[in-house]
């Protein structure tokens, strides 16, 4: 599950538009915060967004896939985005709204 320095900093800056965005590496990947919200990780060059049954759809329909991070175990809940949203930094701040709403949701329900 490696992770280019390159890759990671583009994703970062990709998220300007919704606030600072950073990253903590984790097995191999980063999971991407926006405070200390957990919303998306980056996995092999790739990146998921956190999605629930509402936003998963979209994914769905766009021809994403779940994350896979050993093959043949898919972790439903976050999904790959496609290139050409994360190329598009107003696309993938919609994209990511819910992302981050499902994670302060997860927040509040452990505290």
Known sequence: MAVSEEFLKYVLEQF????E???R???????????????ALVANDE???KVDDTSRPRFETAGS????PWEGQFMNGYWSVPADVL????VLADWSRHSVKIANCKKRKAT
């Open 16 to 19: 300007a538009t919704l606030g």
């Open 21 to 23: 965005a950073s990253s």
């Open 25 to 39: 590496r984790m097995f191999g990947g980063a999971g991407i915060y926006l405070g200390d919200k957990f919303f």
């Open 47 to 49: 990146l998921y967004l």
């Open 65 to 68: 896939h779940a994350f896979e």
């Open 87 to 90: 190329e598009d930094r107003s």
